[in-house]
């Protein structure tokens, strides 16, 4: 690792009410537990000024209550707090979220793709996808999607040229060196592998901090009968 792949927390203005926290100046795997030790601290410290929090790769943007409180005065509590990180000061506990997968051509139409062209059967795919927990580097569109990496380069797909209409939910895709989960029927472009038997929506509003940045996820593989007696949908 350089010391010119991190940036010492530049913040910068964001909005009237919001600002920028860099915590580095390109995607490293050691920057999401970083990011995400930062929000569990700031929202334990100061959940009743900050509105929103929303983490990225390299950077955590946060809108705060002018009500509440100043713009010199936020920055100023905000720095004691990442001081505060620098001397390992903080609770937060990353977890692992273990997610079983069908992975079968039934459910996942982008895989005899991949295995032809990785020259690859369908049970060495599977080892390789399910050998390691991935980090949450980001989450996306929705509060349930998380980009996860690194995918290894034996599996690893450019998207697809044109994006699909329709991706059914709990779809388990990969897209260059990244692999994810669509919690949501929606359109993607991501190649499609399997299938989760798990309800990712937000019709369980317990799903709204499923994933977090900073977190890993462990895909394991299971049965056609186990994807079905679990509520699997064909």
């Avoid at 009410?17 to 490293?28: A, H, P, V």
Wanted: charged residues 15%.
């Amino acid at each position: 690792m350089h010391y010119n792949d991190f940036v010492m927390h530049n913040i910068t203005l964001a909005g009237e009410n919001s600002i920028l926290i860099y915590f580095g100046n390109k995607i490293n795997a050691a920057l999401p537990s970083k990011i995400a030790l930062f929000s569990h601290l700031l929202k334990t410290t100061l959940g009743n000024i900050v509105i929103d929090m929303t983490p990225s790769y390299t950077s955590l943007h946060i809108s705060y209550d002018l009500n509440k409180i100043t713009y010199q005065a936020f920055i100023n509590k905000v720095e004691i707090l990442l001081n505060q990180q620098n001397n390992g000061v903080s609770s937060f506990k990353p977890k692992i979220i273990s997610i079983p997968v069908y992975y079968d051509t039934e459910v996942g139409p982008d895989l005899n793709r991949l295995l032809l062209e990785k020259n690859l059967d369908i049970r060495l795919f599977i080892k390789i996808h399910t050998a390691q927990p991935y980090l949450v580097y980001a989450i996306g569109f929705s509060p349930v999607f998380a980009y996860l990496g690194e995918v290894n380069r034996q599996i690893q797909m450019p998207r697809l040229t044109t994006p699909r209409v329709t991706v059914p939910a709990g779809s388990v895709a990969i897209a260059d060196n990244q692999t994810a989960i669509y919690p949501t029927g929606s359109s993607g472009g991501w190649n499609i592998i399997g299938r989760t038997s798990l309800d990712l929506s937000l019709n369980n509003p317990d799903n709204i901090n499923k994933f977090q940045v900073g977190d890993a996820v462990q895909f394991h593989a299971i049965t056609r009968d186990e994807y079905l007696q679990n509520g699997g949908l064909l």
